[in-house]
């Protein structure tokens, strides 16, 4: 006799593999444990995309408040392919407050039907960070997305990205980042996502790693776009 369903299966699968593939990094120097917690609200129209986002962000072994943010997102789809995606991040800092123009550009591949459907984002996106102390930085980022919806309410997510700094005080390969998790549909317009992060910070030089669960709710008011948008995290 079958004890757990297939769905079950997958899911307490995926867990194993990833508490393995993290639990490495649990005994790694200079680990510190964070916690992400946020709520975005999601809106269209035929061809645009809008959301906004609030994040808070705790490390220090999730004991401090690292920062918060507010993040809009506005995304252009001309066809099924491609998405330009300009943007716009507040955040608040304990000791400053940082402002971040960026504009993306997405190419996506879906296959599969409506339920066990694939979708593979690549995402490549230039912003500038704007400190309220004078200092502003460049940054060129490239991210990889890859998402699988295997149950009427049930999607794997995962990704990992790469952030080349552009600034007086370093010029590099600043950020490496990878997550991966699942997401549930509460209801016809509720999500939640909770996915598993890992990051590395100066990946070739004295790196640190900062990891630790990224908890999303989702909320979308309108959904009726051309064509199917990208799943990311910006």
């Known amino acids: 006799m079958n004890i757990l369903g297939q769905k079950n299966q997958k899911i307490a699968l995926f867990i194993l593999i990833m508490s393995q593939f993290f639990s490495y990094f649990l005994f790694a120097n200079d680990l510190d444990a964070v916690l ?6 999601i809106g269209s129209n035929t061809d ?18 690292k920062e918060h943010y507010f993040e809009g997102v506005a995304s252009y789809l001309p066809n099924e392919r491609w998405e330009i995606v300009p943007d716009f991040r507040v955040t608040v800092k304990p000791e400053r407050l940082e402002f971040r123009p960026g504009i993306g550009l997405i190419h996506k591949t879906v296959w599969g039907k409506k339920i066990f459907l694939h979708q593979l984002v690549n995402q490549v996106k230039w ?15 490239y991210a990889l997305f890859y998402n699988y919806v295997f149950d ?75 064509y199917l948008p990208a799943r990311y995290i910006n």
Do not use: C
């Open 36 to 41: 992400f917690l946020s709520n975005k609200v």
């Open 48 to 65: 645009w995309r809008f959301s906004g986002e609030y994040q808070v962000r705790l490390n220090d072994n999730i004991s401090s408040l």
């Open 127 to 141: 912003q500038t960070d704007i400190e309220s102390t004078g200092i502003v930085k460049h940054g060129l980022r």
């Open 152 to 226: 009427k309410k049930w999607m794997f997510i995962s990704g990992g990205g790469i952030l080349y700094r552009f600034s007086d005080a370093y010029d590099g390969f600043q950020y490496v980042r990878f997550f991966a998790g699942l997401g549930y549909q509460i209801a016809s317009d509720l999500f939640l996502n909770v996915n598993y992060y890992l990051g590395l910070e100066d990946p070739f030089g004295a790196i640190t790693y900062e990891t630790g669960p990224m908890i999303n709710l989702v909320i979308r008011l309108k959904n009726n776009t051309k």
